[in-house]
Every structure is written in C-alpha cells, then in structure tokens.
C-alpha cells in the first residue's frame, strides 16, 4: 500500500467524520429548515382527513399519497420513462428470441433446490409491499423490483428457456408491461369519464371529491362529487392509490424481467441475429 | 446519549462504506468490485433506514442489491473480468 492510497483513505474518513459533528450539532442549521415544515404539517394533516375530504386522499401513508395523488402526473412520466428505456432496448435487440441452447440445464441442484424454497418468500413479500403500499411503507415500483429479482433469480438458476417454457416469453413479458401502463392509464381517466358520462365535472388523476374552479378565475364554484371506493371492508383503500400500486406493480415486473432476460441472452446466438451478414 | 444512538450508528456505517467504495474503486478483479459495490449499497440502505425513509430503503434495497449487481456481473461476463 502507498503513502497516497493511505492519505486519501484517511483525508475521506475525516471527511466523513466532519460531515457527521456538523449535522448532530446542527452546524449546517436545522436540517429541515422552519420554513418549509407548515408542508410537512399540510401534508399530515390532510394525508388521512374524513372530515376534510377535499384536500384528503385517505390513505395513512403519507409518501404514497404524495407520491401518486398530489403528484401524480409526475409519477406517471418517470414511469413512461422506465418504459422508453425497454422500447429503446428492444430496439437494439430486435429479432432477438430465446432459443433453446447447450447450456440450457442451469445451475446445479443445490442451487436449484434453494432458489425453488427463496423465490415464493420473495414473491409474497414483494406482493405486499406492493398491495399494502397505501397503509405502510413500500408501493408499486418497490413490490414490483422485489417480485423482478425472483425472476432474475429463476432465469438464471433455472435458464431462461425455464421462463419461455412457463409461458413467459419476451412478447409475453412485454404484454404483461403494456397492460400495467393501460391500467394506470384507465384509473387516471376513469372519473373523467365517469363525469362526461353521467354529467358534472372531474379531473384527471382525480382521487377524492376536489373543489372546482372556474377556468378564469381562482375562486372555487362547487365541488365535483366524484370520488374513488376509499373504504374495503375494515379498513381505508386510499381510492386510486391501491389501482395504481397494483398497476405501477405489474409494469414493473414485466418491463424489468423483460431487461433483465434480453441482458441474459446468450452472445453466440444474438450475433447471429443482429449481425446478420457481414456489411461493407 | 441515547438520542444520539442513530447518529453514531449511521456514522460507523458510513465509515464502513468509505472502505467498501475504496476497496471497489481499487480492485482490479471487476466482479470482486461489483461485490464491494454491493456492499457499499447495503451501507447506505442502513443508513437510509436510521434517517427515517423507510420507503427508500424499500426502493433502494432491491434496485442496488438484486438488479444492479446482475446487470454488472453480466456486461462482466460478455467482457473481461481483469481490468489491465
């Protein structure tokens, strides 16, 4: 070991070390500063607020009711972006297939037999995560990356033709992702439509009764009665927020499994597939 | 000093991390660096989680710990594992 690699190891550990008295002493000033706290306040308190349902969205998780409710429409372009980056890297392996190879057994039986007792846990956490992202922690794009590392770890302990041979194909895959995106879609538009059907007002991404306002002027005329189910059996559902967990969960799971099987073809056959003939 | 607990904690941990992206940044052996990569992301999850953002952790575990590395193990593969 050198005399530099030893004082620049010791330069960042007292940079860290630095970093850390500054913020337990409050040397950087409060960490959340006093006048952005009334929106932390605004938002728990109208997070989950029955006798305010106009500016509720019925869910006990904060993040969650920001996160698809206040902004929703920005959570909904980050997820077009996920999906641009499939159809950029099914552009690049277009005509690519899974063909059955020589190295199409897998990994050895130990592995197999341990995969096979891990990927139903992950699988179920992964669910819930995904299902009770409206009372806890967790939501859609989470339970989905959690279900997407059990298929990555069937793909590669079992081959990839195991997933073709389960029906999971790469068209397959990518149907599952576009019908994930038309879900969210559907939920997003449904109280709009709903409203032009049966007449009044709505808005998009619209999930609780919202004040409305006439288009010129910031002055509310009356309220749009629409709302989503919030209550199932016992307990609150949030309105849109549990559809678009479960929607933003399973375009997850197909458009990284999709990534994640077209990074794990095999190199010999894509050649012959993209190469083609030798141009020029 | 019990209030503090956290702090001193995410402290260590982040120590800890230093040495996992410096041995990371130093390896030649490209798979053992995903490795330290790996382990470097598991410090910051901790961390995450005594900076109170559960939901981050959810996101951050999964994403730098499962599909990260696969990614980095595969273009490994179709590579070369020993950096010159």
């Known amino acids: ?280 | 000093m019990i209030e503090l607990l956290p702090a001193i904690m995410a402290f260590g941990v982040a120590l800890v991390s230093i040495i996992a992206t410096w041995l990371a940044v130093q390896e030649r052996d490209l798979l053992l660096a995903t490795l330290f990569s790996a382990l470097q992301s598991t410090c910051y999850a901790l961390i995450y989680y005594l900076f109170m953002a559960p939901d981050i952790v959810l996101v951050y575990l999964p994403v730098s710990v499962g599909i990260l590395p696969l990614i980095t193990i595969l273009l490994v593969k179709k590579t070369e594992r020993y950096e010159e």
């Open chain 1, 1 to 280: 070991m050198k005399l530099s690699d030893i004082i620049v190891g010791i330069a960042m550990a007292l940079l860290a070390i630095m970093l850390s008295y500054l913020m337990v002493y409050g040397g950087l000033g409060p960490i959340a500063s006093y006048n952005i706290r009334p929106l932390a306040v605004a938002f728990l308190n109208n997070t989950y607020n029955p006798w305010q349902k106009i500016y509720s969205a019925l869910s006990p998780e904060a993040v969650t009711a920001i996160v698809w409710d206040y902004r929703g429409l920005d959570t909904y372009f980050e997820t077009s972006v996920l999906f641009i980056a499939i159809v950029g890297l099914l552009a690049l392996f277009r005509g690519a297939n899974i063909v059955q190879g020589i190295s199409s057994k897998g990994l050895s039986i130990i592995v197999k037999t341990s995969t096979k007792i891990i990927v139903p846990l992950i699988l179920v956490a992964g669910a819930s995560l995904a299902f009770h992202g409206h009372l806890s922690p967790g939501g859609g794009f989470q339970g989905g990356s959690f279900m997407t590392v059990a298929t990555a770890l069937l793909a590669v302990a079992f081959s990839i033709e195991f997933l073709q041979q389960k029906r999971l194909s790469l068209n397959t895959l990518l149907a599952i992702r576009c019908i994930g995106l038309l879900a969210i879609i559907i939920v997003s538009v449904y109280l709009l439509i709903n409203a032009v059907l049966l007449g009044g007002y709505a808005y998009i991404f619209q999930n609780m009764q919202r004040l409305l306002f006439s288009p010129n002027s910031l002055v509310a005329v009356g309220i749009s009665q629409y709302s989503m189910p919030y209550w199932f059996l016992d307990r609150p559902l949030g309105g849109i927020l549990f559809f678009f967990n479960l929607s933003e969960s399973i375009a997850v799971i197909g458009g990284l499994t999709l990534g994640a099987v077209l990074l794990l073809l095999r190199e010999n056959e894509l050649k012959a597939v993209i190469g083609g003939e030798e141009r020029e």
